[in-house]
């Protein structure tokens, strides 16, 4: 990136979704939206749609649609207890009752559901081999050890079909996934982090430079990454920000624009120190939905 980042992407903020802590697009153009109540209990809706989940689905912190369905993933991560013999994700009706209990493995980062129902999980980085429920590689891989998975696709039926780091490609961890509608598009750690995806593996890489993005949006061509990048260092600013975007063509691999992500009036994000200033970014589509905050206030940025 060259010194002196000057574009301006200016969001907008979106008081009537509530106190929330997440919240999503959905391919039918309703709002999946994660709502605190007065006593911090967590509430799904869809929309106007009020999502009760049965038994342990309540504990849930990542959730998609998934057909006329939805998919919820606990996602255990480092310390956490996991176990193959134990659901951590759910798929569930409209009202709530569990059509399926799925396993994804420990240390997901984060899950996302595309247009025809592959299930996308990235995982962070682990020292020890990945863990699985046994015979679930539909790929005819069966025993074999994935140390640093990054990113797999899963099916509904609980089996993966593709494991990033089987395509000959050194990762270790998937910051983040946008779904679509325009294709599949994720930023991981490799070389060339920013990775452009299909049901039959990786189709291009590009980018570098990039430390611990929160979010990308894709229109089909551009992807536009927010998180921590390195940019040249100004006097008293750190040399890592995480309101920065990159645009980057996904044909090309040419950089075309950066630029600062700023509130609705404006002013910069308050960046703090070291403090991420947003609780939840996401990108679906060309948008990015992040949470600022405590409450949390939804904010979208359209590109």
């Known amino acids: 990136m060259s010194d002196g980042v000057e ?14 802590s997440a919240w999503k697009p959905t391919f039918s153009g309703s709002v999946l939206r994660t709502v605190l109540d007065d006593d911090g209990v967590r509430e799904f809706w869809d929309g106007d749609h009020r999502v009760r989940p049965s038994g342990d ?8 649609r998934i057909g006329d369905s939805y998919l919820f993933c606990h ?7 996991w176990s193959p013999a134990r ?32 299930i996308w999980v990235g995982y962070q980085d682990q020292a020890n081999p990945w863990s699985f429920p046994p015979g679930a ?36 961890t998937c910051y983040t996934v946008n779904s679509g509608p325009y294709g599949v598009v994720a930023v991981t750690d ?11 593996g990786l189709i291009a ?14 229109d089909g061509r551009v992807a536009t990454v927010l998180g921590d990048f390195v940019i040249p260092k100004r006097r008293g600013e750190s040399g890592y920000l995480d309101d920065v975007l990159t645009r980057i063509d996904m044909e090309t691999g040419e950089v075309v624009e950066t630029g600062r992500v700023v509130m609705p009036d404006g002013s910069p994000l308050p960046l703090g120190k070291g403090v991420i200033p947003y609780r939840m970014a996401f990108g679906r589509g060309n948008i990015i939905g992040m949470v600022i905050g405590d409450p949390g206030v939804a904010h979208v940025l359209e590109l």
Do not use: K
């Open 137 to 172: 590689d539909a790929t005819g891989r069966s025993g074999v050890e994935y140390w640093h998975p990054a990113l797999v696709r899963w099916d509904e039926c609980g089996t993966f079909h593709w494991v990033f780091a089987v395509d000959g490609v050194m990762a270790a």
């Open 87 to 118: 659901p951590e994700a759910w798929i569930v009706d409209a009202e709530g009752a569990v059509e399926a209990e799925l396993n994804f493995g420990d240390w997901v980062r984060t899950v996302a559901v595309d247009v025809d129902r592959n």
């Open 7 to 20: 574009a301006r992407y200016r969001l907008r903020s979106l008081p009537e979704y509530g106190r929330v």
């Open 57 to 64: 689905a309540v504990r849930a912190r990542q959730w998609d």
């Open 205 to 218: 890489g590009f980018g570098g430079d990039l430390v611990g993005p929160s979010a990308v949006a894709f």
């Open 75 to 81: 996602g255990r991560a480092s310390g956490g207890e």
């Open 190 to 200: 490799a070389d060339e982090p920013v990775v452009r995806v299909g049901v039959e």
